[in-house]
């Protein structure tokens, strides 16, 4: 299977009235599509600033007006340029999706063939994508491999101080809407996720701010590391201005996405 790349969004809240912050978040959507990410996925989270869309299918309703790609050559099915009016029904279904944190769960995932993605650091990342690669080997054969996902934060600019100034700002904004529920409840969630600041999950392996050589350079080195062939970055969190968003995922697209796929045939 070649190297694919999604989108992850927990369409965290900042300080744009909500009209603003969908349509801008929709105008860096209607950019993954027009650049050639492989799918964009969305968080479901409830009463916390770190879900804005409690309700996926209406905001991804909502997208599919501003996608133009149905376009789709599947293993069960292909399609080509059809209207959007239309809509195809996939058999035996749609492709199914499981959030894997432990080789035990990469199992389950395995024996019933779903894709699978985690945010999980390297190594434990690595045991994950191992186990299923071992039970899909026994168990299915010859058939394709899935998709195994890992899930990093990822900002691109011109310069890696410029990179790291944004991602720094934007990841504590970021990070206040995860601990939210917590932090009223005199807690904090046990999870990496809440580093301290963006340099510290950088050190994790959770997370990549800088030109595109060296988001490029990062993720080379955690594909191999990690034995994913899907890479799914969130480029949209915390308070990230409209043009910083676009700018990341233009430059991801252009000078990251394409040489990836080139370097790293799977």
């Not at 009235?17 to 799918?39: H, K, M, N």
């Not at 994913?228 to 676009?246: A, H, I, S």
């Amino acid at each position: 299977m070649s190297l694919e790349f999604g989108v992850f969004d927990h369409l965290d809240r900042n300080d744009l009235p909500l009209s603003e912050y969908y349509e801008q978040r929709l105008q860096v959507i209607e950019a993954f599509d027009r650049l050639g990410f492989y799918a964009y996925h969305v968080a479901e989270h409830h009463f916390t600033p770190l879900g804005m869309a409690p309700s996926p299918s209406v905001f991804l309703s909502a997208i599919a007006q501003r996608s133009r790609r149905l376009t789709w050559k599947g293993r069960y099915d292909q399609f080509a340029d059809v209207p959007m009016e239309l809509a195809p029904l996939q058999k035996p279904h749609p492709p199914l999706w499981y959030g894997a944190h432990s080789p035990e769960s990469a199992e389950r995932a395995a024996r019933a063939g779903l894709h699978i993605v985690t945010n999980d650091m390297p190594g434990k990342t690595r045991a994950i994508t191992d186990r299923y690669r071992e039970i899909w080997s026994a168990t299915r054969r010859t058939a394709p491999l899935p998709k195994m996902g890992m899930v990093r934060f990822i900002m691109v600019a011109d310069t890696d101080q410029h990179a790291m100034t944004i991602a720094r700002r934007a990841y504590l904004r970021w990070r206040s809407s995860f601990s939210y529920l917590f932090e009223m409840h005199g807690t904090l969630p046990e999870s990496p996720l809440r580093a301290e600041s963006f340099d510290a999950l950088i050190a994790q392996g959770q997370a990549i701010a800088g030109s595109p050589d060296t988001v490029r350079a990062f993720l080379a080195a955690q594909i191999r590391e990690c034995g994913c062939n899907y890479v799914v970055g969130q480029f949209c969190f915390g308070d990230l201005q409209l043009e910083e968003m676009l700018r990341s995922v233009e430059l991801f697209a252009g000078k990251v996405m394409r040489m990836l796929r080139g370097e790293l045939s799977l």
